[in-house]
């Protein structure tokens, strides 16, 4: 049996294996990080299963399209061979809207429901928490001029991110969870009924609107 501490560096690891693998397409050992059975990802252009994630993203991946993330502090709470964890991230995409490269940068944390199989501890399901974002041109001097109608389609938390993804051709779910309201509220309700023994982890497809 593994020490609790081992637990928390075992998920701490999970979390980073999911960035560093993502981001450099590295699909095999990608896919190892996720439940077998039940992994599940919702982001704001897909929400579906892991192996479906991963197909969709190694498309983008090899057409070009470029979101990286970076990681800050991770909490883990684990009851026996469950855990949720949160952690600090940052999500970057560079795209060309509307004839002007720019970069948009969404502050938030990933909310992870884990589980442990055959001693290796999965993601079951993913879902990251939208906090605040920005828009800037990779050119200083470039002024991209934006649809405000559009813009204010999508919550404060991934207005830019939701605008430039839309743009690039994404349908770009609402309603996800921020820092507050109603929606991040009931994930947490979700996460702590995960770690008190409920069947499912959450209902991932009520996420949002």
Known sequence: MTTNREDRLALRELVENW??????????????VWDPAEGWM???????PAAEFIAVSRA?????????????GHTA??????????TKMTINQRAVVDGVEVDVVCTGRFYDFCRRVDGQWKIVRRQ???EKD???????????KLDPE?????????RHLGYVQTKAGFTVKTGLPGLTGETVRR???EGANWLAGSATPGDPRRAGS
């Open 77 to 86: 709470d684990i009851v026996g061979d469950r855990a949720v964890t949160q």
């Open 150 to 158: 559009l813009l204010e389609r999508f919550p404060a938390g991934y």
């Open 128 to 130: 990251p928490i939208y």
């Open 134 to 144: 920005r828009l800037d041109p990779v050119d200083p001097s470039a002024r991209p």
């Open 187 to 189: 994930l947490y309700d």
């Open 19 to 32: 960035a560093l693998w993502r981001d450099a397409g590295d699909w095999e050992r990608f896919a190892t």
């Open 42 to 48: 919702t982001a704001t252009w897909f929400q579906g």
């Open 60 to 72: 983008g991946f090899d057409r070009g399209v470029s979101i990286l993330h970076f990681l800050g």
